[in-house]
């Protein structure tokens, strides 16, 4: 079977509304100071792009998680493979993510950092599948809804391949 990918998003498109997004973060938290959490991997390309063009002061930290499954059903809640580094105690939490499609990996991260006591926890999302969605979660900040298709690029993988691209593509499978 071959893959091609279909661009679903410019590249031009994703960097003119993470610039948006960042702005609009800029404004909301004047005054303050961000602690950006990445989950890895695939929303540190994201976190980067948003990070750069935040004019007020970001710190970064990174985790990386897995969902709990018995074999074959997953559970929906989530384990933590690499934990921050740092405290969140006082802090203004901004998640950083890649998509969010059924929404449990962020209900159960954001349950799991609420106990950390920070000032706040806000959510912000390349990508949204609202379609998708089946575990409560609060999205503050959104770069695009899209379909309920599978996406890569810009982070976002198929089998590990595809996460280098500088836009978001839809996978296509061919039988050739
Ligand atoms: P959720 O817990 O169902 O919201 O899933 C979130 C995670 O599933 C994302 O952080 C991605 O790693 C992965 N995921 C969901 N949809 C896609 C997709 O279209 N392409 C690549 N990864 C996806
Ligand atoms: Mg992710």
């Given at each position: 079977?071959?893959?091609?990918?279909?661009?679903?998003?410019?590249?031009?498109?994703?960097?003119?509304?993470?610039?948006?997004?960042?702005?609009?973060?800029?404004?909301?938290?004047?005054?303050?100071?961000?602690?950006?959490?990445?989950?890895?991997?695939?929303?540190?390309?994201?976190?980067?792009?948003?990070?750069?063009?935040?004019?007020?002061?970001?710190?970064?930290?990174?985790?990386?998680?897995?969902?709990?499954?018995?074999?074959?059903?997953?559970?929906?809640?989530?384990?933590?493979?690499?934990?921050?580094?740092?405290?969140?105690?006082?802090?203004d939490?901004?998640?950083?993510?890649?998509?969010?499609?059924?929404?449990?990996?962020?209900?159960?991260?954001?349950?799991?950092?609420?106990?950390?006591?920070?000032?706040?926890?806000?959510i912000?999302?390349?990508?949204?599948k609202?379609?998708?969605?089946?575990?409560?979660?609060?999205?503050?900040?959104?770069?695009?809804?899209?379909?309920?298709?599978?996406?890569?690029?810009?982070?976002?993988?198929?089998?590990?391949?595809?996460?280098?691209?500088p836009?978001?593509?839809?996978?296509?499978?061919?039988?050739?």
């Amino acid at each position: 079977m071959t893959e091609k990918i279909k661009v679903l998003i410019p590249e031009q498109d994703v960097n003119k509304r993470i610039a948006d997004l960042a702005a609009q973060i800029s404004k909301d938290y004047e005054g303050k100071s961000i602690h950006l959490i990445c989950v890895l991997k695939g929303g540190v390309f994201f976190m980067c792009e948003l990070a750069k063009r935040i004019t007020v002061p970001v710190s970064l930290d990174f985790m990386s998680v897995s969902s709990y499954g018995n074999g074959t059903v997953s559970s929906g809640a989530v384990r933590i493979v690499k934990d921050l580094d740092e405290p969140l105690e006082g802090k203004d939490v901004l998640i950083a993510e890649d998509i969010v499609d059924s929404g449990n990996t962020l209900h159960y991260l954001v349950e799991i950092l609420y106990k950390r006591n920070p000032a706040s926890i806000k959510i912000c999302t390349l990508l949204d599948k609202p379609d998708r969605r089946t575990a409560d979660v609060k999205v503050d900040y959104t770069g695009f809804n899209i379909p309920d298709e599978f996406v890569v690029g810009y982070g976002l993988d198929y089998a590990q391949k595809y996460r280098t691209l500088p836009f978001i593509g839809v996978v296509e499978f061919g039988q050739d």
